[in-house]
């Protein structure tokens, strides 16, 4: 069966800090890759997808960054936190299929402080 | 790109009774209509989903309706539980962009 994985669980970074988060999908292979961020007690906004290695789309322009090194593992980065990045990060995956939604797994989360 | 709304943004039952949420997209080439559920502090999960083929869908006691024509789906919840109290989000998949966009959630307490 399928299972993805995220880490940290929990982040408290000052303001200026890089980051670097990651998750890795087991059990399947070219999945979707997706990044999502939720502010406390709001809705989900994407940062990035992934069809495939070294595929990255953008949807929100931010100090934050994206990559695809292997077929199922996504990193999530910056080079210097902003007050404004923390919120609880959530990694997912779908089966991969061009123009076919598909039912999204998520990861546990990483709940994301920035002083 | 795709608009979503979710109607209401907070709803109270009590046990036992029905609790309908409604959600409203912009992109008719939308072909995928799921619905998650969020309870505090844990991933989002999928409860039901419909496909645009299928007006549709029940799982015991819940169900998804799909007018394609009005652009929009709802979610029923039937002989609502305390454990159904939640964070509710639609997120249709529209061929626009190749992607999922998640309406802003439906905050459902049901109280004993």
């Known amino acids: 069966s399928q299972t993805i994985h995220q880490w940290p669980a929990t982040l408290v970074q000052p303001v200026g800090s890089p980051l670097s988060l990651e998750c890795t999908v087991e059990?399947?292979?070219?999945?979707?890759l997706y990044w999502y961020r939720q502010a406390a007690g709001r809705g989900l906004q994407l940062l990035f997808y992934?069809?495939?290695?070294?595929?990255i789309s953008s949807e929100v322009p931010q100090n934050l960054s994206a990559s695809r090194p292997q077929d199922r593992q996504f990193i999530l980065s910056s080079k210097k936190l902003l007050l404004s990045d923390s919120g609880f990060y959530l990694c997912?995956?779908?089966?991969?299929?061009?123009?076919?939604?598909?039912?999204?797994?998520f990861g546990p989360g990483t709940r994301l402080t920035v002083l | 790109g795709e608009n979503v709304e979710q109607h209401p943004s907070t709803l109270s039952v009590q046990e036992g009774d029905s609790a309908v949420i409604k959600c409203t997209y912009s992109?008719?080439?939308?072909?995928?209509f799921p619905w998650y559920k969020q309870e505090l502090g844990k991933r989002p999960q999928l409860i039901i989903d419909?496909?645009?083929?299928?007006g549709e869908k029940k799982d015991q006691r819940i169900a998804v309706t799909l007018n394609k024509t009005a652009k929009h789906f709802s979610l029923h919840i039937t002989e609502t539980q305390p454990e159904d109290s939640a964070v509710y989000f639609c997120?249709?998949?529209?061929?626009?962009?190749?992607?999922?966009?998640f309406g802003p959630g439906t905050r459902l307490s049901v109280l004993p």
């Open positions: 059990g399947t292979s070219n999945p979707n």
């Open positions: 997912a995956w779908s089966e991969g299929r061009t123009g076919w939604g598909n039912e999204q797994f």
């Open positions: 997120a249709p998949f529209g061929n626009y962009g190749q992607n999922f966009v």
């Open positions: 419909i496909r645009s083929n299928v």
């Open positions: 992109d008719s080439a939308s072909n995928y």
């Open positions: 992934s069809v495939g290695i070294g595929q």
